[in-house]
């Protein structure tokens, strides 16, 4: 029986925004792969004078793509480029760009966005809002648009604890329409001083404005076959192409990495609560599949929305996955640490920001000095920083349980055929989760540490880790001896 997927996908013509991101590019390597397509149009930004095709010519050289090019050598020569960016007007694509993907493109995946929790709201509104408008305004103009993914996050809707597979506009203090139509007059320093009226319930920024892009969605796209795909934490893949790839730190894998690295031995977290991780070519795979779903339906019913989360049959909390990451990081220690890895988790917020200081911030001003004396430029302690914001965004996220409903997802999977699911394989149910991270710690000592596993370099790594394991309990032990000192002179001083 021939693949519905790869069928639909037979000779189309697709644009994606956020092809250079980790999930942008899972997704046009799975597609180059299993299916036969006949272009690829990818979004990409200048970048210092840059032109993207010096950017694409990159490609060729990711490791990403290193199975795609050994099985079809000129699979490449199917993806082009289109200069633009997403916080510019009309998308800053050059008219002549412009005719091309109206005349020609026939599915549109959205998955470009600005993820940091944090981004003044004039930002995030232009990249995860205004963007989601345009491209909706560029795609009415496709004369054979058959299909829209655009994809948000299974958080985007996280003032609510039991998020269901539908619009929330109640929850918005503004409509979409209006709080564009609003920050377009006025100058990013008034909107963001009013950022906290706008946001209400809302955590941050992101996870606003990509609320809001929903509703564009929703409210704009009335008369597209559109539909929106919510994935949770997006992390390293797990199978294909290769195992634990990753591009990049963000957020969790931001924490692993500093982790295994040495500097981040505090988290703020409830190792209870249940981490939403998916991986990145199951995720691939469900958009691609979306995709095809959404081109069935109705365009005049209200778009579907597909969420992608931890089955609630299969979950995982963040006190299994910190374990399984720390045992790991121990049987497999990379050389590039510069200290005992270890962490210490605590879930009130008032403890850990007195634990950063004797955490992070002593030992990381300590090395800042030794780097001034080697006259090297310190680093530790504005890195901590950024730490520690990224650590304070994730609370929203790990001090209490979501339970996401997975309805429509779990149809679709129950809808493909056996061949579909073989191929475009998305069923986390089954997932075997301290096998996946142990994928995850791979990918992140080869792809962001740059440092193969072979049997030289984990004994090299053994022998540094033995090193920092002496040293750490030997610096716990003078602190420790240090404190008791200073309470027997505190003692002395008070009752003598």
């Not at 929850?171 to 979409?176: D, F, G, I, Q, S």
Request: charged fraction near 25%; charge should be positive.
């Amino acid at each position: 029986m021939p693949s519905e997927i790869s069928s639909f996908y037979k000779d189309k013509t697709i644009f994606i925004t956020g092809g250079t991101g980790l999930l942008g590019k899972v997704i046009i390597e799975k597609l180059l792969r299993s299916t036969e397509l006949k272009r690829v149009y990818f979004l990409v930004r200048p970048k210092r004078g840059e032109k993207v095709e010096v950017r694409f010519e990159a490609w060729k050289k990711d490791q990403v793509f290193e199975v795609l090019l050994k099985r079809k050598p000129q699979a490449l020569q199917n993806v082009f480029p289109i200069s633009g960016d997403c916080c510019e007007p009309g998308l800053a694509i050059s008219e002549a760009d412009r005719k091309v993907l109206i005349a020609e493109v026939q599915v549109v995946m959205h998955a470009a966005a600005s993820i940091r929790f944090e981004e003044p709201l004039k930002q995030a509104l232009n990249m995860n809002t205004l963007a989601v408008r345009i491209l909706v305004q560029l795609a009415k103009e496709m004369c054979r648009l058959e299909s829209f993914v655009h994809i948000s996050t299974a958080y985007s809707n996280c003032v609510v604890h039991q998020i269901e597979e539908r619009f929330y506009p109640e929850h918005l203090t503004c409509p979409a329409d209006k709080v564009l139509d609003l920050t377009d007059s006025l100058s990013p320093e008034i909107v963001d001083k009013m950022a906290p009226a706008l946001l209400g319930k809302f955590p941050n920024t992101y996870i606003y404005t990509k609320a809001l892009g929903e509703q564009v969605i929703k409210e704009e796209a009335k008369d597209l076959p559109v539909g929106i795909f919510r994935p949770a934490i997006i992390s390293s893949t797990f199978k294909e192409p290769v195992p634990g790839w990753i591009d990049g730190l963000q957020g969790l894998t931001a924490m692993i990495y500093g982790s295994a690295y040495g500097i981040i031995r505090l988290l703020l977290v409830n190792l209870k609560r249940t981490v939403h991780l998916v991986p990145a070519d199951y995720c691939a795979n469900l958009a691609i599949a979306t995709a095809v779903e959404i081109a069935k339906r109705d365009k005049k019913s209200e778009p579907p929305i597909y969420a992608y989360a931890s089955s609630q049959s299969n979950l995982v909390s963040f006190g299994q996955f910190l374990k399984q990451c720390y045992n790991n990081g121990l049987e497999v220690p990379n050389r590039k640490m510069i200290w005992y890895p270890f962490n210490h988790c605590t879930s009130c917020p008032w403890l850990f920001e007195v634990g950063l200081y004797f955490y992070h911030l002593l030992p990381g001003l300590l090395m800042d000095i030794a780097l001034r004396l080697k006259g090297k430029k310190p680093i530790m302690i504005k890195s901590y920083h950024k730490i520690h914001e990224c650590q304070r965004s994730l609370v929203p996220f790990c001090k209490k349980d979501f339970v996401m409903n997975t309805r429509n997802t779990d149809q679709l999977w129950q809808s493909l055929s056996p061949e579909d699911k073989k191929e475009f394989f998305f069923d986390i149910s089954t997932i075997d989760w301290n096998e996946y991270i142990t994928h995850v710690m791979e990918g992140i000592r080869l792809y962001l540490f740059k440092d193969p596993r072979t049997p030289e370099s984990v004994a090299e790594g053994k022998k540094i880790l033995f090193k920092f394991y002496v040293w750490d309990r030997i610096v716990k032990i003078v602190l420790a001896l240090l404190l008791g000192a200073f309470i027997w002179l505190l003692y002395n001083i008070a009752f003598n």
